[in-house]
């Protein structure tokens, strides 16, 4: 068991949130509901108060609170993406489930919370020895939204696009 686990807080839709978390990504899975054992603040009798959950092995719990709470880019989520149909795959489940873009490969989902949705390639290009190209990398990302692994690719080589 992790020793430090993210808490993310709902307003009664802990559950929902999380099956939704676990079908982005392979190796994601719900691995524990609890349910109030007593009426409280986050709910009646036998709702559920706590989700624990992973999404691509990372443990995570959901927590309906009782009130809602907003979310702020302070903390993200990401989710480093093999290739560029997994980055692809996941994006677009995000935004068909009411989540919106922002800059840089971040966006928001229906929720609130905010995810970075990056390829792992990035970071191979930004740690490069070869401070130009990471730079080049780094400027290229700046003008994305969605992030585009062929795009980021010239421009770490020092190629133009296409």
């Known amino acids: 068991m992790s020793k430090v686990v993210p808490c993310l807080w709902f307003n009664g839709d802990a ?13 994601s899975e719900i691995t524990h509901v ?7 603040p986050s709910g009646k009798e036998g709702s559920v108060l706590v ?3 992973t999404v691509a092995g990372q443990p995570l719990v959901a927590l309906n609170g009782g009130m809602k709470m907003e ?9 480093h993406c093999d290739d560029q ?13 009411g989540g ?3 800059q840089c490969g971040w966006l928001n989902d229906r929720y609130g919370v905010s ?22 990398a780094m400027q290229a ?5 969605k992030l585009d692994v062929e795009s980021l690719r010239r421009a770490f080589e020092g190629r133009s696009a296409a």
Do not use: C
């Open 51 to 53: 989700v624990e959950f």
């Open 100 to 102: 919106k873009e922002q």
């Open 85 to 97: 149909a997994q980055l692809d795959s996941v994006w677009n489940a995000f935004l068909a489930h």
């Open 71 to 79: 979310y702020t880019h302070a903390l993200s989520l990401m989710i």
């Open 115 to 136: 995810w970075q949705v990056v390829p792992k390639v990035m970071f191979e290009f930004l740690s490069s020895p070869d401070r130009a190209a990471a730079g080049r």
């Open 15 to 27: 559950e929902e949130a999380a099956n939704f978390y676990v079908s982005l990504v392979p190796n």
């Open 34 to 40: 609890q349910r109030n054992v007593t009426d409280s």
């Open 141 to 145: 990302m700046m003008k994305m939204v």
